[in-house]
């Protein structure tokens, strides 16, 4: 216990110089401040950090550093959307605010100190449960701990470019979805060899229903 508290102190201290990392945060060292660090990766076991991804993305961790003193702590995570395109999907990479939660986690990690993953998928339609990909915007990931803020990241979802999937088989069917309009695209559905550029156009059905996986 006497260590545990020596890591607070250095924790705590530091808090000013950790808050010009923009991959993580650092919490003090209330109950909420087991959580050591917050922060985005395209693992769940604390590997390949990041800030932006994009649409194609095939998951998206949250990742918190716990420093756990027992073993009846519940950590919960939400992933909030607070920028967009307005309608979603629109295809024009005009983002506006938006207030919009997509997913959330809970888990209860114990005691000692671990990496713990919450991971954040594509949506996808009700209608036949095809795999949409991410909308363009700024995310956060919102952590508590026994109903308690214990900190949050906050990353961006972008248009990959120059490419749209080869073939346009990567949203189903849906040739260039989550890829912005006027996008030049060598690899999508109308992709012909003796003519290699195209251009995406196409927008998605609005009158879809989502859902989160």
């Known amino acids: 216990m006497r260590l545990l508290h020596a890591v607070c102190a250095v924790a705590t201290l530091g808090a000013g110089i950790a808050s010009v990392v923009t991959l993580t945060t650092t919490t003090g060292c209330s109950d909420p401040g087991q959580v050591r660090q917050i922060f985005m990766a395209l693992d769940g076991a604390g590997n390949r950090p990041r800030t932006q991804f994009l649409t194609d993305t095939s998951t998206i961790y949250c990742d918190v550093v716990w420093a756990g003193k027992g073993t009846d702590e519940t950590i919960d995570v939400q992933f909030l959307q607070t920028t967009g395109e307005n309608p979603m999907y629109s295809g024009t990479n005009q983002v506006a605010p938006v207030s919009r939660l997509w997913a959330a986690g809970e888990d209860a990690p114990g005691e000692g100190v671990q990496t713990v993953g919450f991971s954040f998928v ?57 890829y912005q309009q006027g996008a030049k695209c060598p690899n999508d559905s109308a992709y012909d060899p003796n003519n290699p550029t195209c251009t995406c156009q196409s927008i998605p059905d609005l009158t879809r229903v989502f859902q989160c996986q």
């Open 122 to 178: 594509p949506p996808s339609t009700v209608d036949g449960g095809s795999t949409l990909p991410f909308p363009v915007g700024h995310y956060k990931c919102l952590v508590t701990v026994q109903g308690q803020s214990a900190g949050e990241a906050d990353f961006d979802i972008d248009y990959p470019t120059p490419d749209c999937p080869a073939l346009g088989a990567a949203y189903d069917g849906l040739s260039c979805v989550g």
